[in-house]
């Protein structure tokens, strides 16, 4: 992972911020990307700020996208790696969910991935090479009842990462689907179900799988990687 170019989305967040952690360990070079500066200032800080860059962005914006991607190349000159590990769960019963509930969860988990998947793959192509890691959730495959519009964005991000990983697999570039059970990180902080969060994994068991895909052999692609916590098995 030396000298390699990753951008993490969600940085800040308990899966961003772990991985973000292992890579600048390995000397990966990082672009930290949330929309919350001073907790991107604050990671870099921690971080060795020689080989970063911060990119406050609002994924849910295809512009700030963009720009994203063009300060990353004129910066670093390449993309190597994108972790997409930004999204937000709102868990409620069907008929309490708004119209708004239902924007927000497809805008942020479902349209803000595939927008940076799509303006990634655009640099990856012209470098016959890259590797997208999307970070969806076992509510991508499985359903939950109070899930409605939370299943939905991510079932939607994995119909298109599948058919995305189809057609970008010629470039050279690959993508890995992770299917986590519930992991103990801030988003449970917003969530109004009952949890225990004791039982749940662990930031570093998730980050862990992602460099386990992320050191894979050139020829090899992990498609898709499960882990659950052992208290709450979807077979
Ligand atoms: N925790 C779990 O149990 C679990 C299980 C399976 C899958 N997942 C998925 O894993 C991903 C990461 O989850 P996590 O547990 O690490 O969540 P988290 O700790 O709440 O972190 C979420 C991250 O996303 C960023 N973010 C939110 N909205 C954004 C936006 N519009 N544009 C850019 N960045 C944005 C947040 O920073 P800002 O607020 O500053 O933007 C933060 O860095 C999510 O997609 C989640 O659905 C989580």
Known sequence: MNNKVAIIVGATGGIGSAVARKLAQMGTKLVLVARNSSQLEA????L???????????ITDPQQVENLIQKTVDYF??????????????????????????????????????????????????????????VVGILGK???????????????LVGFSKCFADEVRRYGIKVTLFYFGGVDTPFWDHVSLKV????????ETAANSIMFALAAEPQAVPMEINIQPESHLFF
């Not at 990671?43 to 921690?46: D, G, H, M, R």
């Not at 020689?50 to 962005?57: A, C, D, G, K, Q």
């Not at 499985?142 to 939607?156: E, L």
């Open 142 to 156: 499985h359903s939950m009842a109070m899930s409605s519009a939370y299943c939905a964005s991510k079932f939607g």
């Open 196 to 203: 225990d969060r004791s039982k749940m994994l662990s930031a």
């Open 77 to 134: 000159g390449q993309i190597d790696i994108l972790v997409n590990a930004a999204g937000a769960g709102i868990l409620k019963q069907w008929n309490k969910i708004e119209p708004t509930d239902l924007d927000a969860m497809l805008d942020l988990n479902l349209k803000g991935s595939a927008y940076t998947c799509q303006a990634a793959a655009n640099i990856m192509k012209q470098q016959k090479s890259g590797h997208i890691c999307n």
């Open 43 to 46: 990671l870099a800080t921690e």
């Open 48 to 58: 060795d700020p020689t080989e970063l860059l911060i990119v406050p962005t609002d």
